[in-house]
Nanobody, 115 residues
C-alpha cells in the first residue's frame, strides 16, 4: 500500500523559511516522478515542484527561485525547502507522484505565512 506522510509545516512570518519532508512507503521515489503539491482554501490543488522521471527539477513560476525540491533515495524521502515565504504560499502541502493518478493522498502539512 502506497503511503505518503508529510511533515514540517507551521506558522512563519513573511520572508521566513520552512523545510517540508515527505516519507514515502510502498513506492520507490527513485523510480517515480515525485512532486510537491499545495491546496489553498477555496482553490484547486496545484503542483509547485517536482522531479521528472529523468531527474530534472521543475518549478511553478510562483515559487521559482524561492523553493528547492530534493530527495534522499536511501531514506525514500522528498523534501521541499521554502525560502522568502509569502502570504500567498499559505496552503496545505502534499507530496505524491507526478501525475498523481488514482494514488491516495496523505494528510498534508499546513503552511501558514502571516505576520
Amino acid at each position: 500500500q502506497v503511503q505518503f506522510v508529510e511533515s514540517g509545516g507551521g506558522l512563519v512570518q513573511p520572508g521566513g523559511s520552512l523545510r517540508l519532508s515527505c516519507a514515502a512507503s510502498g513506492i520507490s521515489i527513485r523510480t517515480n516522478a515525485m512532486g510537491w503539491y499545495r491546496q489553498a482554501p477555496g482553490k484547486q490543488r496545484e503542483l509547485v515542484a517536482h522531479f521528472t522521471t529523468g531527474g530534472a527539477t521543475v518549478y511553478a513560476d510562483s515559487v521559482k527561485a524561492r523553493f528547492t525540491i530534493s530527495r534522499d533515495n536511501a531514506k525514500n524521502t522528498v523534501s521541499l525547502q521554502m525560502n522568502s515565504l509569502k502570504p500567498e504560499d499559505t496552503a496545505i502541502y502534499y507530496c505524491n507522484t507526478v501525475p498523481s493518478g488514482f494514488r491516495s493522498w496523505g494528510q498534508g502539512t499546513q503552511v501558514t505565512v502571516s505576520s
